[in-house]
């Protein structure tokens, strides 16, 4: 299963993921509504935050949400049926990753923008990379995720 | 309106008064952003002859117009205030997220005035506008600064100063995420006000006219920017990578108080040989998908865990070549210095170079500088001097008025060791051998500068642009060269652009960009106009500030000492090479011979 796997040594932290993601899902920028989050770590380092579609995780955003609007859509991403969340947060407290987020009255998340991930376009010196998953950068990245909650 | 978030806020730091209001539509075309906006605001606001570190004098924080939009390298914001160091405007720009937090709190700008009677640090979240308390953080450095102020406000942009800043070393910088609004004194003015930090936080929607338009536009750029030549270098090896190049094969890298312009250590400092050993990692501005910052790091020895973001091209100028000190990690400490104190590295080591070579003329003693053996090329010498100005301590009280300051408080013929215009230590380019170069150090706004024309890369490569076969050693054409960069330039600035990325947008590219973040349609003439527009505003700021055409004028060392060796060997600029370019400058501005602009020129640019 391919996913969005971060590399924190390699990110700039340039923010284009962010600014790009909000831009291709929301028609505006704004971080608040970006489903890649970057976080900066002092001078050491910039973690870029994402979901990893359960290749990480026992997607627990889709366990906990009362009326069922998480779900795998298309085969290759978990995604939130918006007209269907009624805006518990649940999702948002049961994720490892603080890859899912509230903004108003809906949770929202990364869809991999339909197979073809736009942050990813957007990452000069690949610190995010769209591939096989890699179980090492993901533990790091899930501590680096806790750290920033 | 599409782009801009609408409204602007005033701080008084003497009444705690906050305002905000609406951004004046009538500037929105004529002015647009960035240093635009600031340009207008400091010839508003600014009373004529008032004490850049007195209460009138006002702090301007001003967003690049791109700001917070992925348009590749638009991630520059600039701060702005008359300069307690020349006396004319001041500006700095940073690549940092200040500006498009700021303005996704919903300001366009920032203009704090007044002076606190405690210290204290203003901090925004959209529209929540406080003045706190700063009396736990005043006499800290940058980073404990920021992460303090984090500490308690999660996820704020911080922009502070360190000591330096508190002690109004006239050179002092603000900080902001390890970048810096360095030049001109802004962090002292910051000081004078008791304003430690500004913190923002903000959360709204940037929106823009076309995002689909956007989106393309924005790949579009990226693409040139990842696939062009420059790029694999340019993110290895940062600014420095054109070191060997300006030292040996041009013989223009002022070295040892510009008594030389080839530094025979280059090789210690140069990056390619110190990159792979230390370099951490690469760190952008905002926005930037080529970034030429980069993270420094020592792991073991007496500076084991320093980290900086450097090294900068400037910075293994003056605080390497122009003190003769050739050994990175002493180079590493001394900017790690600068950084935590907030100083203007430039200008730091500038007026350490300038105190050396007293030193070796005899002109200061060891008594003089308390017991500091200045010898050039020593680096506890150069490590102790930098901490002694930002504490104002001994000869580093002397040496925080600046090298011309400095100079006329230390007699005895120090002038002509004092190398400025306007009171501004030169950046890292020897004018001597570069002529238009020459005449951009002193035509710009803010004294002596590399970046309000970026001449340097033209003249060296003799083509930028629609320049072609210019020749470095000559004088001729330079005025409209130089008038025409400023101008091109000075949009750069005012959307907010990195003046790196000069080979992929130029007028054109600027007119689709404007189009598709704001709905604006400007002609390629239009935005240019724009350009020349501010500049004239700026020199009307200075001409107000009582500048004459004497303070056009090189520095004396530039004018009789020719570069004793190297590919410039004999070169100087004589003083009829530099009336003349100042003559045709004057010209190409529409500016009468003492500088004044005519009155059909400030009509012409709406400025009348
Ligand atoms: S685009 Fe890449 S380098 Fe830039 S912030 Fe995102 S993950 Fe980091
Ligand atoms: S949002 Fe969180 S819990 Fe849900 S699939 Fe992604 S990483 Fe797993």
Redesign the pocket.
């Known amino acids: 299963m391919r996913a969005i796997v971060p590399h924190l040594d390699i990110c700039t932290g340039c923010r284009m993921c962010e600014m790009a993601c909000s831009l291709h899902h929301e028609g505006l920028v704004n971080r608040e509504w970006g489903r890649i989050r970057v976080h900066r770590k002092g001078i050491e380092h910039c973690v870029p935050v994402v979901?990893?579609?359960?290749a990480?995780?026992?997607?627990?955003?889709?366990k906990v949400c009362p009326v069922e609007c998480?779900r795998d859509v298309n085969g290759h991403a978990?995604e939130v049926v918006r007209e269907e969340c009624i805006g518990c947060g649940e999702?948002v407290e049961?994720?490892?990753?603080n890859?899912?987020h509230m903004r108003g009255d809906v949770a929202f998340?990364?869809n991999l923008c339909d197979g073809d991930p736009t942050c990813i376009k957007f990452c000069s010196l690949e610190a995010i990379t769209f591939e096989e998953s890699i179980p090492e950068e993901f533990d790091r990245a899930k501590d680096a995720a806790e750290a920033v909650r | 309106m599409k782009g801009f978030a609408g409204r602007i806020l005033k701080i008084d730091l003497t009444s705690r008064a906050v305002e905000k209001s609406p951004l004046p539509e009538s500037l929105v075309r004529t002015y647009l952003g960035g240093t635009g906006f600031a340009a207008r605001f400091l010839y508003d606001n600014v009373p004529s002859n008032a004490d850049a570190l007195g209460p009138s004098n006002v702090l301007i924080l001003a967003p690049g117009l791109l700001n917070g939009f992925p348009v590749p390298t638009g991630g520059k914001v600039l701060f702005c205030a008359k300069s307690p160091l020349t006396g004319t405007i001041a500006e700095s720009v940073m690549g940092a997220r200040l500006g498009s937090e700021l303005k996704r709190a919903g300001y366009d700008l920032l203009l704090v005035s007044g002076m606190s009677g405690s210290p204290c640090y203003v901090y925004i979240d959209d529209d929540d506008v406080e003045i706190r308390d700063a009396g736990d953080l005043w006499g800290k450095d940058t980073r404990a600064t920021a992460e303090d102020i984090r500490r308690t406000e999660g996820d704020a942009v911080v922009a502070c100063i360190g000591i330096a800043g508190e002690n109004l070393v006239r050179y002092a910088n603000i900080d902001c995420e390890d970048r810096q609004s360095g030049r001109g004194g802004l962090g002292a003015v910051m000081g004078s006000k008791k304003l430690k930090a500004i913190a923002v936080k903000g959360t709204g929607d940037l929106v823009p006219h076309d995002a689909d338009k956007l989106m393309e536009l924005c790949l579009r750029y990226y693409g040139r920017m990842v696939e062009s030549p420059a790029f694999n270098d340019d993110t290895k090896y940062g600014t420095g990578e054109f070191l060997e190049w300006m030292n040996s094969e041009k013989g223009t890298f002022p070295t040892r108080n510009w008594r030389e312009g080839v530094f025979d250590d280059r090789e210690k400092i140069d990056p390619y040989y110190w990159a792979p050993l230390y370099m951490k990692r690469n760190n952008a501005c905002l926005a930037c998908p080529k970034p030429c910052g980069r993270i420094f790091g020592i792991d073991e020895g007496r500076y084991a865990g320093l980290r900086i973001d450097g090294i900068e091209y400037e910075l293994l100028y003056s605080l390497g070549g122009l003190c003769g000190m050739g050994d990175i990690e002493e180079l590493a400490r001394a900017n790690e210095l600068c950084d935590l104190h907030g100083l203007d590295g430039i200008s730091a080591g500038a007026a350490v170079a300038f105190a050396m070579d007293l030193f070796q003329d005899g002109i200061l003693t060891r008594e003089d500088a308390g017991g500091l053996n200045l010898e050039f090329g020593n680096p506890e010498a150069e490590l102790k001097l930098i901490e002694m100005i930002a504490r104002r301590e001994g000869l580093g009280d002397v040496l925080a008025e600046g090298v011309k300051r400095a100079s006329e408080r230390i007699g005895k013929g120090s002038e002509d060791y004092a190398v400025h215009v306007k009171g501004m230590e030169p950046p890292a380019y020897d004018v001597r051998g570069i002529k238009g170069m020459a005449l951009a150090f002193m035509t710009s706004s803010r004294g002596a500068c590399h970046l309000r024309s970026c001449a340097y890369a033209l003249e060296l490569t003799g083509k930028f642009w629609k320049f072609e076969g210019v020749d470095r050693f000559s004088t001729e054409g330079k005025g409209v060269e130089i008038k025409e960069l400023e101008d091109m330039m000075t949009v750069y600035d005012v959307l907010g652009v990195c003046k790196f990325s000069r080979g992929f947008f130029l007028a054109e590219g600027f007119v689709d960009v404007l189009r598709t973040v704001t709905g604006l349609e400007f002609s390629e003439s239009e935005i240019l106009e724009l350009g020349e527009r501010v500049n004239n505003l700026k020199h009307m700021f200075n001409l107000r500030e009582g500048l004459t055409r004497d303070d056009f004028r090189l520095p004396k060392r530039l004018l009789t000492l020719p570069i004793p060796e190297g590919a410039s060997k004999g070169h100087v600029v004589t003083e009829e090479e530099m009336n003349k370019m100042l003559d045709d400058y004057f010209e190409a501005r529409g500016w009468s011979k003492d500088g004044l602009p005519a009155e059909e020129k400030t009509r012409d640019l709406d400025l009348a």
Do not use: F, L, M, W
């Open positions: 979901c990893n579609q359960g990480s995780c026992d997607k627990e955003c889709v998480i978990v999702c049961a994720c490892p990753y890859a899912i998340k990364c």
